[in-house]
């Protein structure tokens, strides 16, 4: 099964993904974390009855862009990333097909937008908890992976497949602070002040703050995963504050 890891790290790479890890599909059900969050028709079991393990590919959302968050350059970059990860994804679950295993991929939008958060509040299969159980990082009081080179920066997809691939599990350290810069700098005060699960998001706030973005064209917000002082990126340079102000007067005139 080496090989076939070695292959699937090639198909990312090709497409300037790097991190790419594995969890254990049925995880879901026995890490306490995960499987008092997550019910049984959004595990990987339900979705792919056969399969055995969740392929997880990360791309990291540059620093410097995000600081500029919100704005039509973050939310450029927001859409590229999805559609990098939904097409890295497919690439991915062609190449365990063509090597004889059942494998799905999972979009990143996996709740049709704004609207379809505030009907359902979250999409039928979590990222987030994907990644954590593969070992790519631990949960923020954002309640955001955070990773130890891109702190919460980054974004994940998932590749479900009956393969039996090598897995780690999630990482035992904590990488949350608990500075509270996320709960501070949130402008629909959505964000608890406790360690995910106890202070889950509202959603509902969020979707508000999203909804008032996605008039001007610059949603998402992401003002929680921009100020985190976790990760190896935080030293990365940034655009000065006139450059910044410059960018976010791109909105769209309602
Ligand atoms: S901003 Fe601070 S409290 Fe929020 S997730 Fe990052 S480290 Fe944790
Ligand atoms: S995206 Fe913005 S509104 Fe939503 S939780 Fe983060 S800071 Fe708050």
């Not at 070695?6 to 059900?29: E, H, L, P, Q």
């Not at 939008?109 to 039928?124: E, P, R, V």
């Not at 299969?125 to 954002?142: C, D, E, K, P, W």
């Amino acid at each position: 099964m080496n090989d076939l890891m070695g292959r699937i790290k090639d198909v990312a790479r090709a497409m300037g993904i790097t991190d790419v890890s594995v969890a254990d599909a049925s995880d879901w059900g026995t890490d306490p974390l995960v499987s008092s969050r997550i019910a049984v028709p959004g595990r990987p079991l339900s979705i792919l009855p056969a399969a055995k393990s969740v392929v997880v590919i990360g791309v990291p959302l540059q620093k410097a862009i995000l600081a500029t968050a919100p704005s039509i350059y973050y939310k450029s970059l927001y859409d590229t990333v999805n559609i990098l990860l939904d097409q890295a994804g497919e690439r991915i679950a062609l190449e365990l097909g063509a090597e004889g295993f059942d494998a799905v991929y999972v979009p990143r939008d996996g709740y049709h937008g704004l609207a379809g958060l505030k009907m359902y509040q979250s999409a039928f299969f979590s990222h987030r908890h994907a990644a954590y159980l593969a070992g790519m990082g631990t949960f923020g009081i954002n309640n955001a992976i955070l990773t130890p080179d891109h702190g919460p920066r980054m974004r994940f997809t998932s590749i479900i497949t009956s393969a039996e691939l090598p897995s780690v599990g999630p990482m035992k350290r904590e990488f949350c602070i608990k500075c509270r810069k996320c709960t501070k700098a949130c402008p629909g005060e959505a964000i608890g002040d406790k360690p995910y699960p106890e202070s889950v998001v509202r959603k509902e706030r969020c979707l508000e703050v999203s909804a008032e973005l996605a008039a001007k064209g610059i949603s998402p917000c992401g003002r929680c995963i921009a100020v985190c002082p976790v990760g190896r990126d935080n030293s990365d340079p940034v655009p000065t504050d006139a450059a910044i102000a410059e960018i976010r007067k791109y909105v769209k005139n309602r």
